[in-house]
């Protein structure tokens, strides 16, 4: 197409014979936009000297006004979020012994809703930002609903004890594998694996009067979820891996009392430290060692009650935790 003689701007030669002359671009890359444009190269224009000084730098283009904007809008949500659960906490410590039980069940499950709407109203085109306003509102929101369902379990159905944590549990792992499914992220995973863990455990405990009993079901937990996110059934599957670790660590906590419980404790943080290096995953061996550090003094203590045996013993595995470390982040995938 030839250009009208009133058609004054530069076409694509000259610009780039411009651009070579300014020294904005090297002669390879002028050569390389030549042989996009289909032009020979035969004829490449001179350059002469340019001084630093004359070269004019490319303006460097800031962030998109739409990044500026959801980081804005995202901080303000956090920030009034705060801001509300701190006056909601000032105003329940002076006046929630006044309210009537109607009162009291309909602050707490006003506030669960509030924030459930809030999630679902958060617009979508704000991209990322929107995916974690609507995750933060959302686990706000189970746990309030875990508040106002312990609540109505003490004031109305008039239950006790585990029978509340059983209620108030599984009717926030029903909500939260609801809102799992409505945003299959890992927050939202994670909030319906802590409260299946609290309802098994809840569930057992209303067979049993052995507490040490009620970290079983916590830590068989832990283990399915690490053999669903091994299969791949669960994702993200590093995070996974950690959260399903710190569910079996929980569990074999709970079971410490009994000598039984210590070697499954042991046995634990064992497995999590050989998965770890195996998969060259530093947060899992992160999780193990978290593990390793609440329960070996308890154990070493009771096993060996010996004054020198527990440093030695923590020392020894201390250097074991250092030198796979090592290894995992030496040997890691990139």
Not at 272 to 284: G, Y
Request: aromatic fraction near 8%; glycine fraction near 10%; proline fraction near 6%.
């Amino acid at each position: 197409m030839r250009r009208s003689s009133t058609d004054q701007r530069p076409l694509g030669p000259e610009l780039i014979d411009r651009w070579l002359g300014d020294g904005l671009i090297t002669r390879g890359q002028a050569e390389r936009m030549r042989a996009d444009l289909g032009l020979s190269s035969a004829r490449p224009a001179p350059v002469e000297p340019v001084s630093p000084s004359s070269v004019r730098a490319a303006p460097i283009a800031g962030p998109p006004q739409r990044d500026r904007t959801s980081l804005m809008i995202e901080a303000l949500a956090y920030l009034g979020g705060v801001i509300v659960l701190v006056a909601a906490g000032l105003l329940a410590a002076q006046y929630w012994d006044a309210l009537s039980a109607v009162a009291q069940l309909g602050v707490v499950s006003g506030g669960a809703a509030l924030l459930l709407v809030a999630g679902v109203a958060v617009p979508k085109h704000l991209g990322a930002t929107s995916v974690r306003l609507r995750s933060v509102l959302w686990l706000l929101s189970t746990a309030a609903t875990a508040a106002f369902l312990a609540l109505f379990a003490d004031l109305v159905l008039d239950l006790r004890g585990d029978d509340i944590l059983l209620v108030s549990s599984a009717g926030a792992a029903v909500l939260a594998a609801a809102l799992w499914w409505r945003l299959p992220i890992f927050p939202q995973q994670a909030a319906f694996f802590i409260a299946l863990m609290v309802a098994a455990a809840a569930t057992v405990a209303q067979a049993t009067d052995n507490p040490q009993v009620l970290g079983l079901p916590v830590w068989v937990l832990g283990v399915v979820w690490f053999a669903l996110g091994w299969r791949g059934l669960l994702k993200p599957r590093r995070w996974v891996f950690a959260a399903s670790a710190a569910g079996m660590l929980v569990g074999a906590a709970i079971t410490l009392a009994a000598d039984a419980g210590m070697v499954l404790a042991l046995c634990t943080v064992l497995a999590i430290v050989v998965l770890a290096v195996l998969f060259r995953d530093l947060l899992l061996l992160g999780v193990g060692a978290f593990g390793a550090l609440n329960i070996l003094p308890s154990v070493i203590t009771e096993w060996f009650p010996g004054e020198l045996a527990p440093p030695l013993v923590l020392l020894g595995f201390g250097g074991l935790l250092v030198a796979a470390a090592v290894y995992t982040a030496t040997r890691g995938k990139p």
